[in-house]
């Protein structure tokens, strides 16, 4: 079993950044890979990136690169998801979810899921 908790979500201002954690543990090793999704009200959910479990191999969708980066601390077992220049499409819940192997590319999966934490962006 693997445990994820996210946390860091809240009110955030258009324009400034937003760093969520994700505190991933149980029975994991470094080939499992870490991803963030997240849904806006009304949409799909939609993969926004991964990375290994041992920090490597960081990946974020194209629409999304720029903005988006994935981080992990091994000290803290945390992964983070850092959004800078927030605007509101970036409202949304995001979740991190966890499965074993695999490329960090792929957005389907995974087995452990987090509940979640909300952003919302105000103007």
């Known amino acids: 079993q693997v445990q994820l908790v996210e946390s860091g979500g809240g009110l955030v201002q258009a324009g400034g950044s937003l760093r969520l954690s994700c505190e991933v543990s149980g029975r994991t090793n470094s080939a499992y890979i870490i991803g963030w999704f997240r849904q806006a009200p009304g949409d799909d959910r939609e993969f926004v990136g991964a990375i290994r479990a041992d920090g490597s191999g960081a990946y974020i969708v194209v629409s999304k690169r720029g903005r988006f980066t994935i981080s992990r601390d091994n000290a803290n077992n945390s992964v983070y998801l850092q959004v800078n220049s927030v605007n509101s499409e970036d409202t949304a819940v995001y979740f991190c979810?966890?499965?074993?192997?695999?490329?960090?590319?792929?957005?389907?999966?995974?087995?452990?899921w987090g509940q979640g934490t909300r952003v919302t962006v105000s103007s």
């Open positions: 979810a966890a499965r074993s192997g695999g490329s960090a590319s792929i957005p389907v999966g995974y087995t452990y």
